[in-house]
C-alpha cells in the first residue's frame, strides 16, 4: 500500500549533488514549491573526485551560472582556499579561473544555504519508480512506496544508477565508495522506453598528509591577487564568511620504477584484464591509461592537493586508478616525497548508467514523457561544472513549466552551457563529455568575465537573479560604455614630449589619434594609456571594467567577424522546425537523413545541420519544403 504524502509540489529534485543543487536551488527561488529528494543527506554536494572547482572551458561555466543566479560560483568563494588564473600567457579568450576548495566546508556551505531559502523541503529517499499517467510524469515513488506528488521532475542522480566499483579484480555495486547505488530507478526507466549507456569513471587514493616529505616536492602557490567566481554576494544569512585563505599545493612526478610496477601488474587491473567494458574519459585517464598508451614517456605530473584546512587529507591529482591496494601503495611509494605514504582512502573505477541525451529536447525536457527533466552526470558529462550547468537549466526549465512559462534554451553564441547541451542533445556522445574552449565556436565573445553581461538579463527575467545583482550588471554596462566613450573622445597629438613616451613603449605617432584607436595596438595596454588622460573611473575599484574594454577594442577585428557569423547563424535559428514534424513525407531526403532527424528532432535548421551526418544537401532539401 503507496503512502500519498499530503503537500504536492511543483518540482520534485531527486538527487544532490551538484546537479541537483542547482536544479532545487533555481526551482525554488523562481517561485516554486520544491522538494529535494537524496539518497544522504549528509553528503548534498560531495566533491566525489578532486576539491576544486573551474578550469579552462569549466570557470566559464562557473561564471555562467553565476550570471543565471545559480550558486556554484558563491559556494566556491566561501570555502576557498587557492586561486590561480590560468593561460594567462595565451589568448583571452581561453584564460580561465580555478580554485582549490575545502572539500567539507564547500559540502557544509551548500547544505546551509539549501536549507536556508525558501520555498525549499530536503528529504531522504531512494526514488524507484517515476509515477506516469498516458505520455505525463506527475510525482516519484520512494523504496518504502511514499508518493511524492509534483507538476514536474528533475532526475540529477549522478554515477548511482547501476554504479559498480572495481578495485583490483574485486567489485561491489555502489554509488560512490561506502554509499548505496540505484538499482530499482534504472529499471523503471527501462521499462518506460528510456535508452541507458554504460561509462566508466575514476578517481586516485586520497593520502594522509603526515606521511609526505613536502621538502622534497615543488609548491605551486595561488595568485597574490585577490579572486572570485562570484560577481554577486549571497542574500542569505548562512553564518559562514568568505575566508582569505591561501594553501599551497605541491608538485612531483611518476617515474620509471612506478611504471615498472604497473606494467608488472596489468594483469590485477580490471580495466586491462577486460572486466571493465564501459567507456572511460578520455582526457582524464587512469594512470594505467597513461603508462600504456603514452610508454615513450618516464614522468607524469602529481599535483598533491589540499582537501581543507582543517584536515591532514590529500589528493593526488593525475594519478586516478583502480589497481590493488597493495599495488597502489607500492607504486605510490616510488614518487618522490611519498616514500612513506599511507592512504587513506583507495583509488576506484566506478561504472554507471547514463541517459542518452538524444532523448532530450534543448530544455533538458525527455521527449518521451512530458514534465520529466534530466540534468547532471546522468546526460553523460563529466565534472562538477558541466554537472552543475546542466542541472541549473533542467531546473529553471522544470520551474517555468510548472508555472505555465515559456521555457529558455541557450544558444551556441549566447553560452558555453548552450554549446555543452547543444553537443549532447544533438549529436549524443560516445564517452564522458568534458567541456574545453576548443568546443565553441565563439570562445572570443563568451570570455568569463562577462558572463554576468551576456547571461544576467535572462536570470533576472525569469526570477531568478536578484534585483540588486541585476543593477550591478546595468551598472558595469554604463560604466564600460563611459570608458569607451571617453577613448573615443580624447585624442593625442604628435608632439615631441607624447612620441617620446612613445617610443619606450616601440610606437609612435604621426598625426592626431584617438586613445580608442592607439589602445588596437599590441604594445599598448591600458595602463599605458591612462599615463596620458585622466580616465572617468578610477581604475582600480573599475577593474573589471577596464579589463573588459582592452579586451573589446584589442580584438574589435575578430570580435566584428564572429558577430556576422551570428547573424548567418540565425538565419537558420529563425527557420523552426514544427516539434511533430513528419520528415518522411519529404522524398528527396536519404533514409539515413530521415531516420537521425526523426530521433533528434530538431528545433531548427541550425540545429539539424550539426547533426551528424547530415549533409548541407539535406539542409537545402529541407529549407525548400519548409519554405512550401
Not at 538565419?571 to 523552426?576: K, W
Request: proline fraction near 4%; aromatic fraction near 8%.
Amino acid at each position: 500500500m503507496s503512502f500519498v504524502y499530503p503537500i504536492k509540489y511543483d518540482v520534485i529534485v531527486v538527487g544532490g549533488g551538484h546537479a541537483g543543487c542547482e536544479a532545487a536551488f533555481a526551482a525554488s527561488r523562481i517561485g516554486c514549491k520544491t522538494l529535494l529528494l537524496t539518497m544522504n543527506i549528509d553528503t548534498i554536494a560531495l566533491m566525489s573526485c578532486n576539491p576544486a572547482i573551474g578550469g579552462i572551458g569549466k570557470a566559464q561555466l562557473v561564471k555562467e551560472i553565476d550570471a543565471l543566479g545559480g550558486i556554484m560560483g558563491i559556494v566556491t568563494d566561501l570555502s576557498a582556499i587557492q586561486y590561480r588564473y590560468l593561460n594567462t600567457k595565451k589568448g583571452q579568450a581561453v584564460r580561465s579561473l580555478r580554485a582549490q576548495t575545502d572539500r567539507t566546508k564547500y559540502r557544509l556551505v551548500m547544505r546551509r544555504i539549501l536549507e536556508k531559502v525558501e520555498n525549499l523541503d530536503i528529504k531522504q529517499g531512494e526514488v524507484v519508480r517515476l509515477l506516469v499517467k498516458g505520455k505525463e510524469v506527475y510525482g516519484v515513488e520512494t523504496r518504502f512506496k511514499t508518493q511524492f506528488l509534483s507538476k514536474t521532475v528533475v532526475l540529477c542522480l549522478g554515477t548511482f544508477m547501476e554504479g559498480l566499483i572495481h578495485i583490483g579484480l574485486e567489485s561491489f555495486p555502489a554509488g560512490r565508495f561506502g554509499e548505496f547505488g540505484s538499482e530499482l530507478l534504472p529499471k523503471n526507466l527501462r521499462e518506460l522506453g528510456f535508452i541507458l549507456g554504460r561509462f566508466k569513471t575514476g578517481t586516485p587514493a586520497r593520502l594522509d598528509g603526515r606521511t609526505i616529505d613536502y621538502s622534497r616536492l615543488t609548491p605551486q602557490y595561488g595568485d597574490e591577487e585577490k579572486r572570485r567566481f562570484s560577481f554577486r554576494e549571497l542574500d542569505i544569512d548562512i553564518g559562514i564568511k568568505r575566508e582569505e585563505i591561501s594553501l599551497p599545493c605541491y608538485i612531483t612526478y611518476t617515474n620509471p620504477k612506478t611504471h615498472q610496477i604497473i606494467k608488472e601488474n596489468l594483469d590485477r587491473s580490471p580495466l586491462y584484464a577486460g572486466i571493465i567494458k564501459a567507456t572511460g574519459v578520455r582526457y582524464c585517464p587512469s594512470i594505467e591509461d597513461k603508462v600504456v598508451k603514452f610508454s615513450h614517456k618516464d614522468r607524469h605530473q602529481i599535483f598533491i592537493e589540499p582537501d581543507g584546512v582543517n584536515t591532514y587529507e590529500v589528493y593526488p591529482n593525475g594519478i586516478s586508478t583502480s589497481l590493488p591496494i597493495d599495488v597502489q601503495i607500492k607504486m605510490l611509494r616510488t614518487i618522490e616525497g611519498l616514500e612513506r605514504v599511507e592512504i587513506v582512502r583507495p583509488g576506484y573505477a566506478i561504472e554507471h548508467n547514463y541517459f542518452d541525451p538524444t532523448q532530450l529536447y534543448p530544455t533538458l525536457e525527455t521527449k518521451l514523457y512530458e514534465n520529466l527533466f534530466i540534468g547532471g552526470q546522468i546526460v553523460g558529462t563529466t565534472g562538477y561544472e558541466e554537472a552543475g550547468a546542466t542541472g541549473i537549466i533542467a531546473g529553471i526549465n522544470a520551474a517555468l513549466k510548472a508555472l505555465g512559462k515559456e521555457m529558455i534554451t541557450l544558444k551556441r553564441s549566447q553560452a558555453y552551457i548552450g554549446v555543452l547541451i547543444d553537443d549532447l542533445v544533438t549529436k549524443g556522445t560516445n564517452e564522458p563529455y568534458r567541456m574545453f574552449t576548443s568546443r565553441v565556436e565563439f570562445r572570443l565573445l563568451l570570455r568569463e568575465e562577462n558572463a554576468d553581461l551576456r547571461l544576467g538579463e535572462i536570470g533576472y527575467k525569469i526570477g531568478l537573479l536578484k534585483e540588486e545583482d541585476y543593477k550591478k550588471i546595468l551598472k558595469k554596462k554604463e560604466g564600460i560604455e563611459k570608458i569607451k566613450e571617453w577613448l573615443k573622445r580624447e585624442r593625442l597629438y604628435p608632439k615631441e614630449e607624447i612620441n617620446n613616451k612613445l617610443k619606450e613603449w616601440g610606437t609612435s605617432i604621426k598625426e592626431p589619434i584617438s586613445l580608442y584607436e592607439l589602445l588596437k595596438r599590441p604594445e599598448i595596454d591600458m595602463n599605458k594609456i591612462i599615463q596620458f588622460k585622466n580616465p572617468p573611473l578610477d581604475i582600480k575599484e573599475n577593474e573589471d571594467l577596464f579589463w573588459n574594454v582592452e579586451i573589446d577594442i584589442k580584438y574589435e577585428g575578430y570580435i566584428n567577424r564572429s558577430l556576422k557569423e551570428i547573424e548567418k547563424l540565425k538565419e537558420l535559428e529563425d527557420i523552426e522546425i514544427p516539434e511533430n514534424f513528419d520528415y518522411y513525407q519529404i522524398p528527396s531526403l536519404s533514409n539515413e537523413a530521415k531516420e537521425k532527424l526523426s530521433k533528434i528532432r530538431p528545433k531548427n535548421l541550425a540545429q539539424a545541420q550539426r547533426i551528424p551526418g547530415i549533409n548541407p544537401t539535406t539542409i537545402l532539401n529541407l529549407l525548400i519544403y519548409l519554405k512550401k
